[in-house]
């Protein structure tokens, strides 16, 4: 069982940076890629980046490229996702998540096995 854990969601003007960490609660050898998902009031749920532990590849989605960046820390066990040049519209709740059976770097939120709660960005204008 994996448990992970998001932090450092806020509120941020237009423009602004945040960095998101999301903890694993054991050894990222076990997982074999982590993810960042978003989901906006009223919409589902949407892929944002994903990253294999092991290799360090990464898969993002064309609407956060040169945006958004996914990065991990092994020793850590901590996947990050690194947000400049916020928009009002990247307002949402940011999910993480980790896949244990060796899909890979996958953007459907079905081949994730588990989940983080959440953690709120708010980016006002």
């Known amino acids: 069982q994996v448990q992970l854990v998001e932090s450092g969601g806020r509120l941020v003007q237009a423009g602004g940076s945040l960095r998101l960490s999301c903890v694993a609660s054991?050894?990222?050898?076990?997982?074999?890629?982590m993810a960042w998902f978003r989901q906006a009031p009223g919409k589902g749920r949407e892929f944002v980046a994903a990253?294999?532990?092991?290799?360090?590849?990464?898969k993002s989605a064309d609407s956060v490229k040169g945006q958004f960046t996914i990065s991990r820390d092994l020793a850590k066990n901590t996947a990050y996702l690194q947000m400049n040049g916020l928009k009002p519209e990247d307002t949402a709740v940011y999910y993480c998540?980790?896949?244990?059976?060796?899909?890979?770097?996958?953007?459907?939120?079905?081949?994730?096995?588990?989940w983080g709660q959440g953690t709120q960005v708010t980016v006002s204008s």
């Open positions: 990253i294999s532990s092991r290799s360090g590849s990464i």
């Open positions: 054991e050894r990222t050898f076990g997982i074999y890629s």
């Open positions: 998540a980790a896949e244990v059976q060796g899909w890979g770097t996958q953007e459907s939120a079905a081949k994730y096995d588990y």
